[in-house]
């Protein structure tokens, strides 16, 4: 349930929140918003990260279908469970879909948050792929530190 709850409200959030951005902003209006933390900057990117692949950004809503797909395979398999892989997987989706809309409704993606000094510019979909990788990685650690503690145990024991 933490995946469909995660990923409906990635989508939803960052469909708004571009919507907004592509309703009131121009292309290329800069907004200061929070000084030297967060400017919002109307973009329209056609490539995939960094502006990287500009014209080929329709070609990435296949990648973002097949990521989508491989996830639901793995949870049908009984892969990705436990909270951290749920809301992980729910962020990973959320974001794949929401940038995966405007790759296949506009043929480019709607960017418009720039953190800190000349950093990249992101949208709620990049920061739910981000959060979505970052709880894997705790995951992982998580993972590893129980493992460690086991071995441990069984060193004691013999």
């Known amino acids: ?14 469909q708004a929140a571009k919507w907004i951005v592509r309703s009131n902003m121009r292309l290329g209006e ?20 960094f ?36 809301a992980a997987s729910g962020f990973l989706v959320g974001g794949a879909v929401g940038n995966g809309i405007d790759r296949v409704l506009f043929h480019q993606v709607t960017d418009f948050l720039v953190f800190g000094k000349g950093g990249g510019i992101l949208n709620l979909a990049d920061l739910a792929i981000n959060a979505g990788g970052i709880l894997i990685v705790i995951h992982l650690i998580l993972g590893q530190v129980k493992s460690s503690r086991i071995k441990r145990k069984q060193i004691k024991q013999n």
């Open 1 to 14: 349930m933490l995946f469909y709850l995660i990923s409906v409200l990635v989508v939803a959030a960052d």
């Open 30 to 49: 800069i907004v200061p918003f929070w000084e030297g933390h967060l400017v919002f900057s109307y973009y329209e990117n056609s490539g995939a990260a």
């Open 51 to 86: 502006s990287s692949f500009q014209g080929y950004g329709q070609y990435f809503a296949i990648v973002a279908a097949g990521f989508v797909a491989a996830v639901f395979y793995y949870r049908h398999k009984g892969e990705l469970r436990g909270p951290l892989l749920e």
